[in-house]
């Protein structure tokens, strides 16, 4: 075992110890809750449980690619409170910016939608949005690319965008259900075969493939889970660490057995 427990202070070790030089990192929506975006799956506060009003068949049509040519009027309905811009980054998303200002960040797969980790500072070659994101949009019938100030101007007044081309659906980049995943995460993969370490946060590792991740790094990789709650295959491997409890506070923890408490604050208010 490369971990003397399965703790947080043997993690903090390990860290300093200077052998773990490349760290992985795995990001869902319980990163960005503490910043006011609800995540998908609690019961009472996640998206799933709040849109009886949309009038769904079940809450997970509202991103699934038939349901959206069948009736796009959901998603855009949605789509509005989803849009990124009044949110900002939370201590967990400046915290994976120092990994990679202390040059230890091998690759942070997030399924966020929220770019909270561009704002916060992580340099965007290190950052795969494996869910896409609201950058870019395009037509699902021919694939022609959409002004973005016009479908942002559609989103806010609750209107569907069609291609100017040929009427089709416009859709933001963001990866729906029965869709393909962004050639950036497929080619992400085999880099988790170098990773020292992963850190699993804030997700309910439910959706695939980007849930089996957590089971690609090599056996002697250290795997540790920071969530709310236990998830996936998480203390299968005699390595893994689990820390049960909101990410921020764990991550200020973390960050105060390294020394890098005050950095924490800095990045995290700039
Ligand atoms: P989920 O809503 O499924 O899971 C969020 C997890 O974070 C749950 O286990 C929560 O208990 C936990 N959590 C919430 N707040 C937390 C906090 N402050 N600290 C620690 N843990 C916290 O969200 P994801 O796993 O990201 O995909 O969902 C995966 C995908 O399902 C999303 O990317 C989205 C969704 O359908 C698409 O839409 C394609």
Redesign the pocket.
């Known amino acids: 075992e490369v971990l003397e427990s399965r703790d947080l202070q043997s993690v903090v070790k390990y860290i300093k110890s200077g052998k773990c030089k490349r760290i992985f990192v795995m990001?869902?929506?319980?990163?960005s809750?503490?910043a006011g975006i609800?995540?998908?799956?609690?019961p009472e506060t996640?998206?799933?449980a709040n849109l009886a009003r949309l009038d769904l068949p079940y809450p997970?049509a509202?991103?699934e690619i038939n349901f959206f040519r069948s009736n796009p009027v959901p998603f855009y309905a949605l789509a509005r409170e989803l849009l990124p811009g009044h949110f900002r980054p939370?201590p967990?998303h400046s915290f994976v910016r120092l990994l990679a200002d202390h040059g230890v960040l091998g690759i942070c797969f997030t399924?966020?939608?929220d770019t909270l980790e561009r704002l916060a500072g992580v340099p965007p070659n290190r950052i795969v949005e494996?869910?896409g994101s609201f950058a870019t949009q395009h037509c699902i019938e021919c694939g022609a690319s959409y002004d973005n100030e016009k479908l942002r101007q559609h989103i806010k007044a609750g209107t569907v965008a069609y291609c100017e081309r040929c009427h089709g659906l416009v859709k933001p980049d963001?990866?729906?259900?029965g869709?393909a995943m962004p050639m950036a995460f497929h080619r992400s993969i085999p880099l988790l075969q170098t990773a020292d370490l992963l850190l699993v946060?804030?997700?309910?590792?439910?959706?695939h493939p980007?849930?089996s991740l957590a089971s690609m790094v090599p056996d002697r990789c250290p795997r540790v889970l920071?969530?709310?709650?236990a998830?996936g295959d998480f203390g299968c491997r005699s390595d893994d660490v689990i820390c049960l409890?909101?990410?921020?506070?764990?991550v200020r923890d973390l960050c105060k057995e390294l020394g890098w408490e005050e950095e924490l604050n800095i990045a995290w208010k700039k």
Request: hydrophobic share 45%; net charge negative.
């Open positions: 990001l869902g929506a319980g990163v809750t503490t609800p995540d998908f799956r609690s996640g998206l799933y997970e509202v991103f939370t967990t399924q966020n939608i494996a869910h963001i990866v729906f259900f869709e946060m804030g997700t309910s590792l439910t959706v980007f849930a920071m969530n709310l709650d998830v409890g909101k990410t921020d506070d764990i």
